[in-house]
């Protein structure tokens, strides 16, 4: 027979590192640098630091695997750096961490990414990671570089050395290893960043990408978004075996207490409707540490078999549509968007709240009959991977985008030059792999995605019909200046008439056209009108003012009344226009 | 050169024609007053049938077309196009279609401003040259527009054709020499003249000109003295119009074998025999009203016991045919007048008893002898077993 061993978690992972977003050289990039910008965000949400980071990313040489690059990424921020005597067991050791199952919507869960990213660069360049600190009680940084010992899971700080830093407090960490670096598409860098930059409205970013030059993106807010504290977990959402090892960390106390204070939605009536569900009254009384596993079995029965509240929204957060508004025009120029942030709702017993932006950009993803850019969010952390199997792109296809103006293709993500952006703030988010790139789906959730979208798409294709009027009427135009001339000539022709007769009737077409054409463009100048004043609202509720911005709401205010009244009059206001 | 082919006594000079209409949309423009083009309606709520007649006729509605900013292209396309057709009739030209499609390409080439008149298809240049036939009532071949026309491969040991070509030559055609290749009269029937040597007894146009081709080789019109043709699916204009002229000229007693089936019946006999409604201008000289649809008969199903199929309605063809069927006894101006009310009982069957029979069915009658087809249709001739 063979002996049985023990193996170590890192030792588990070490072996496993695609199923943390590891599978290749290209994603290895990303998932490094998406691990440290999480961690450093997350660390500076919780000390209510305003984040600003810098990312560097280049290629140093070439992999030691075959068809890779050496890669530096660096990544530093400004937040409360880590006390020294931590750093070994941040950097170095799989499941240590902070955040792990306290039901709030951080980025980070369970303490997996950033050894899984220790271990990839230690495994590929035989260096793990290279790390500096600083806390606001250090009059010093401390530095040095973390390895993870895979046979014991533990993390081991060598070559720590003090040097000077002037920053108050942050971290700067540092990975080199075998990856390929690829920057734009659905698992490109810079879509990362994108992503990121929209959904952390107070983070200021400094980003250089190979030779690039360095690019900086301000923050648009300057409010640190504050982490709901966690709320009670709601016994519905509870298997057996969760259910007992919750009440071992309650100690001696009576069950009744525990059920109350250890859960959500837990009443007194509740426990009333428990015994009518058929748990014994006695049962109530007695303390956790005489139940025996059969009561376990009968209580969680009776508390799955009655119906209770459903949990409380305040655990979830959103970025807002005034900062979504605001941080969406910091990707492109934007020619227009809608946001819609839903209102918090429960779906699958776990409370979760839908942000969803689209926008149409000026110089970017300009390829009419592309897809659009879809960017994916989960406790706002992009999702870059396997979209096709994800809630929100089934979801985003299921809606009839040609209700509101887009091409679809049946089935499909709709198309055109657009980034769709949702994002899903949960504290339980359901992934369906630990590398968290797809949220599976359930009935429920899509179906709440959906309505986001759809709200959102409303607010879309008022612009689209806006400008489907006005390229409707300029063509009507053109027509008649491309058409007439040769009507009237071929007409001549036919007839043989002479040069007087052609004058003649092209004053008479003109004439005729020109009543037409009148028309055409008063209606033009009042689509244009309605159009450019629905900008300048936009762009007010942003609070971004341009400096013709104010005069422009006039004109334009100015011409939907004269349109709707008085065509003669748009004629005048479009030639003081014009003059101006 | 001079105009190739006269296909009716015709009173309408046709340039002249043409500019009356562009003297009268000139003269409009110069009073700033809204040219107005007139077509023809053809469709089938604008087809009148007189069973006096036989064909269907149009009636007064109009489509027209006034000036304005939707407009505007359609009708510099018509006079675009109206100058390219008047230019042809004057040197002689012949052209199809799809050669008008190119030659207005290669003018608008040649032109600059001409770029926006520009056709993406050839169904959008097609949709103009009709509507100048519509709106001087004339059809496309008078217009120089000519098809290249299936169908109506004749076979006969009595006929003799006689064709006036362009430049005044006669050709003459005996049908008996041909042995079992066909004449076919493509797309000018009327430039032709007919001579029998022999009285003959009956025209026969099949359906599948297959199956007129197998009545041929096996000796069909060498036991017959007749006129045998293949129609080759919906008929023609040179079907029809060599139909029309067989009709006319030689007199004889004209039958129409094919499969029995709404799609048949309704389009492809009444065509033959009435014209369409979208051909409402040609059908008086592109229909023979006298033809009888001599099988396969719902009887003949029975007596000769022909193997037969139900009608797939799953199948979208087949679905559309039989709804077209039951349009067509509510609305169609032929099929609701009483003369033709046999033929009204036969689509009202076939929509009842939902199946269909094939022509080539009759080969099932006795499979060993080659001639049974042609044996079953003179029976048929001769006991006036025909609708």
């Not at chain 1, 950009?361 to 960017?375: C, K, S, Y």
């Not at chain 2, 020499?177 to 040597?197: C, D, E, F």
Request: with cysteine.
């Amino acid at each position: 027979m063979s002996k049985i061993t023990k193996s170590s978690t890192a030792e588990y992972f070490a072996k496993n590192l695609q199923q943390v977003g590891f599978s290749s050289p290209l994603k290895a990039v990303l998932t490094t640098l998406k691990e440290a910008v999480d961690n450093s965000l997350d660390a500076c949400e919780q000390a209510g630091i305003l984040p600003e980071i810098k990312v560097e990313i280049k290629r140093v040489g070439t992999g030691s695997t075959k068809n890779t690059d050496l890669v530096k990424i660096v990544v530093e921020d400004n937040g409360p750096g880590i006390d020294p005597d931590d750093l070994a067991k941040v950097f170095g050791e799989y499941l240590a961490s902070s955040k792990f199952g306290r039901g709030q919507c951080s980025r980070g869960q369970q303490g997996i990414g950033i050894s899984a990213a220790t271990t990839w660069a230690q495994l590929t360049n035989a260096k793990g990671a290279f790390v500096m600190t600083k806390t606001v009680n250090m009059r010093k940084a401390v530095k040095g570089q973390v390895d993870v010992d895979i046979k014991s899971n533990t993390g081991i700080l060598r070559n720590k050395e003090s040097v000077d830093w002037d920053k108050k407090s942050g971290v700067r960490v540092e990975f080199a290893f075998d990856g390929r670096i690829q920057l734009n598409g659905d698992g490109g860098l810079l879509t990362y960043l994108d992503g990121t930059v929209l959904v952390n409205p107070h983070l200021t970013l400094d980003y250089k990408l190979l030779d690039n030059d360095w690019v900086h993106i301000d923050r648009v807010s300057n409010i640190v978004p504050e982490l709901p504290e966690a709320t009670l977990p709601h016994p519905h959402t509870f298997k057996l075996g969760e259910f007992i090892t919750h009440s071992t960390l309650f100690g001696k106390i009576n069950l009744d207490k525990f059920l109350k204070s250890g859960f959500s939605r837990v009443t007194d009536q509740s426990l009333k409707e428990f015994t009518t569900k058929g748990l014994s009254k006695s049962l109530l009384g007695k303390p956790l540490t005489a139940l025996k596993d059969e009561d376990f079995k009968n209580i969680f029965k009776a508390v799955q078999d009655t119906e209770l509240m459903a949990p409380s929204t305040k655990s979830v957060l959103t970025v807002g549509e005034e900062a979504l508004s605001k941080s969406i025009q910091r990707l492109g120029q934007v020619d227009f968007f809608s946001v819609v942030t839903r209102k918090p709702t429960i779906c699958d017993f776990k409370p979760v709240v839908v942000e969803v932006a689209l926008a149409r950009f000026i110089n970017r993803n300009t390829e009419a009959d592309e897809p659009v850019q879809l960017l994916r969010f989960a406790n706002r952390v992009p999702l870059q991977f396997d979209k096709s199997g994800c809630a929100i792109t089934w979801a985003i296809e299921s809606v009839n985008w040609k209700n509101y103006g887009l091409v679809q293709p049946k089935g499909s993500l709709p198309l055109g030059p657009y980034v769709f952006a949702v994002s899903i703030v949960s504290p339980f988010i359901k992934f369906k792999n630990a590398s968290k790139e797809t949220i599976d789906a359930s009935e429920e959730l899509v179906e709440e995605i959906r309505r986001a979208l759809m709200q959102a798409g409303q607010k879309l294709s008022s612009h689209i019909r806006k400008e489907q009027k006005e390229a409707d009427l300029e063509r009507k135009l053109a027509h008649i200046e491309q058409f007439a001339p040769i009507l009237v000539e071929s007409l001549v022709r036919i007839t043989k008439s002479n040069e007087s007769r052609k004058k003649k009737a092209e004053e008479g077409l003109k004439k005729l056209l020109g009543r037409d054409s009148d028309e055409a463009h008063a209606d033009l100048e009042q689509a244009h009108a309605k159009l450019s004043a629905q900008k300048e609202r936009d762009a007010k509720k942003l609070g971004i003012t341009e400096e013709t911005s104010e005069a422009s709401v006039e004109v334009a205010e100015e011409n939907v009344k004269a349109a709707g009244t008085k065509k003669q009059a748009t004629k005048k206001v479009a030639e003081t226009t014009k003059k101006k | 050169m001079a105009k190739l082919i006269k296909i009716r006594e015709h009173n309408i000079d046709i340039p002249k024609e043409a500019k009356v209409i562009a003297e009268k949309m000139l003269s409009d423009l110069e009073k700033s007053k809204r040219p107005v083009l007139e077509a023809v309606k053809t469709s089938l709520d604008n087809s009148f049938y007189n069973p006096k007649v036989g064909f269907l006729a149009p009636g007064d509605k109009v489509v027209r077309t006034e000036l304005n900013v939707s407009s505007v292209q359609k009708l510099a396309r018509v006079v675009f196009m109206l100058e390219i057709l008047l230019r042809n009739l004057d040197i002689g030209s012949v052209n199809t279609k799809r050669e008008l499609y190119y030659i207005c390409k290669g003018l608008i080439k040649g032109e600059k401003k001409y770029k926006p008149l520009d056709f993406e298809d050839q169904n959008e240049s097609d949709a103009i040259i009709d509507f100048i036939g519509d709106m001087l009532r004339v059809y496309r071949e008078e217009l120089n527009c000519f098809a290249n026309d299936r169908g109506g491969q004749t076979y006969s040991q009595q006929l003799v054709v006689t064709e006036t070509l362009a430049d005044g030559d006669r050709a003459t055609v005996d049908l008996s020499t041909l042995g079992t290749a066909p004449y076919q009269p493509k797309n000018k029937p009327q430039s032709l003249k007919l001579k029998v040597k022999k009285k003959v007894d009956f025209c026969l146009i099949v359906e599948s000109e297959g199956t007129a081709n197998t009545l041929q080789t096996m000796g069909f019109t060498k036991r017959n003295n007749c006129i045998l043709m293949g129609a080759q699916g919906v008929p023609s204009n040179a079907v029809r119009g060599w139909s029309k002229l067989i009709q006319d000229e030689l007199e004889v007693p004209m039958y129409f074998f094919g499969d029995l089936d709404a799609y048949t019946l309704q389009n492809i006999f009444r065509t033959l025999k009435a014209g369409s409604a979208a051909s409402l201008i040609r059908n008086a000289d592109f229909s023979a009203p006298e033809v009888k649809f001599l099988g396969v008969l719902p009887e003949d199903v029975k007596k000769y016991d022909l193997p037969h199929y139900k009608v797939k309605e799953s199948d979208p063809a087949e679905a559309r045919a039989l709804k077209k069927a039951k349009d067509a006894l509510e609305n169609d101006p032929f099929f609701l007048d009483k003369k033709n009310k046999g033929l009204a009982d036969i689509l009202r069957w076939l929509i009842k008893e939902k199946i269909r029979c094939e022509q080539q069915s009759f080969f099932s009658v006795d499979p060993k002898d080659p001639i049974k087809t042609e044996k079953i249709i003179l029976e048929k001739i001769k006991n006036k077993s025909y609708v």
